[in-house]
T-cell receptor, first 110, second 113 residues
Framework: SQQGEEDPQALSIQEGENATMNCSYK?????LQWYRQNSGRGLVHLIL?????REKHSGRLRVTLDTSKKSSSLLITASRAADTASYFC??????????FGDGTTLTVKP | EAGVVQSPRYKIIEKKQPVAFWCNPI?????LYWYLQNLGQGPELLIR????????DSQLPKDRFSAERLKGVDSTLKIQPAELGDSAVYLC???????????FGPGTRLTVL
């Protein structure tokens, strides 16, 4: 079974809207990472947030981490059609061992 | 800087046949991962190397799967014999060290008939 679980499984929005996806996990972590995967491609790293951090920004991405609730959220602002992809969270509970969830499939309609 | 290279990109074999996948990580990355990804699911770790040492192979089905990372650079993942349920995408990733971001290759899509 996966450590991280993303919610929702699928999300469809219009271009320009914001997209929020969530990740819940079960055990204590060192860090949590978000990755994007376009259809038929490998995963691309988006952002890493450490257990002692609460929020991180990168361009149009904002990630929050609540260790008390064992959850994280990824917000994509002003979405574009090119943001259409699957998004995965990966939790690192021991150095170097990341466990991935099953992802959120985001569709951004032009 | 070249990314993680995997070959072949696609492989179709009959069940009970052997198959091998090759991965060349980013230069200088000590940590190398092999993942299996089924359709609609996230990657599942098969094995993780720190240099040439396999430090986590608890999820590798050792009766049919084997891997090696000679000289701590390139790696090969082998399945012998392949079963229908092995059809999936096999992803290789590398990292400068444990706990850091991973860089993924494009994957090898295996179809077992």
């Amino acid at each position: 079974s996966q450590q991280g679980e993303e919610d929702p499984q699928a999300l469809s929005i219009q271009e320009g809207e914001n997209a929020t996806m969530n990740c819940s996990y079960k055990t204590s972590i060192n860090n949590l990472q978000w990755y994007r995967q376009n259809s038929g491609r490998g995963l691309v790293h988006l952002i890493l947030i450490r257990s002692n951090e609460r929020e991180k920004h990168s361009g149009r991405l904002r990630v929050t981490l609540d260790t008390s609730k064992k959850s994280s959220s990824l917000l994509i602002t002003a979405s574009r059609a090119a943001d259409t992809a699957s998004y995965f969270c990966a939790t690192d509970a021991s150095a170097g061992k990341s466990t991935f969830g099953d992802g959120t499939t985001l569709t951004v309609k032009p | 800087e070249a990314g993680v290279v995997q070959s072949p990109r696609y492989k179709i074999i009959e069940k009970k046949q052997p198959v091998a996948f090759w991965c060349n990580p980013i230069s200088g990355h000590n940590t190398l991962y092999w993942y299996l990804q089924n359709l609609g699911q996230g990657p599942e770790l098969l094995i993780r190397y720190e240099n040439e040492e396999a430090v986590d192979d608890s999820q590798l089905p050792k009766d049919r799967f084997s891997a090696e990372r000679l000289k701590g650079v390139d790696s090969t993942l082998k399945i012998q014999p392949a079963e229908l349920g092995d059809s999936a995408v096999y992803l290789c990733a590398s990292s400068p060290g444990g706990g850091n971001e991973q860089f993924f290759g494009p994957g090898t899509r295996l179809t077992v008939l």
